[in-house]
């Protein structure tokens, strides 16, 4: 059964067990930060944990890796 979470202000579907980065790429969101210089697009690059490219937080938390982090029912995440 599926819940959702709020990522900036967007519900997302998410499957029990599945990471926000994981929920953030079936919803169709590739990027979701940019680059301090040039402004490049980042989202999920490694998706293991090693790059800090898919930095989000989730309820208020400092920075974490959106695919090391499991979604949890009623978890509000912000980008950027």
Same mark, same amino acid.
């Not at 067990?17 to 697009?41: D, E, K, M, N, Y």
């Given at each position: 059964? @599926?819940?959702?979470?709020?990522?900036?202000?967007?519900?997302?579907?998410?499957?029990?067990?599945?990471?926000?980065? %994981?929920?953030?790429? %079936? #919803?169709?969101?590739? &990027?979701?930060?940019? @680059?301090?210089?040039?402004?490049? $697009?980042?989202?999920?690059?490694?998706?293991?944990?090693?790059?800090?490219?898919?930095?989000? &937080?989730?309820?208020?938390? %400092? $920075?974490?890796? #959106?695919?090391?982090?499991?979604? #949890?029912?009623?978890?509000?995440? @912000? @980008? &950027?």
């Amino acid at each position: 059964m @599926t819940f959702h979470i709020t990522i900036d202000g967007r519900p997302v579907p998410v499957v029990p067990g599945q990471t926000i980065g %994981a929920a953030l790429h %079936a #919803a169709g969101v590739r &990027s979701w930060r940019s @680059t301090r210089f040039g402004g490049r $697009p980042r989202g999920l690059f490694c998706g293991i944990g090693v790059c800090f490219d898919c930095l989000i &937080s989730v309820n208020g938390r %400092a $920075p974490e890796r #959106a695919c090391l982090v499991e979604a #949890a029912p009623g978890d509000e995440v @912000t @980008t &950027s």
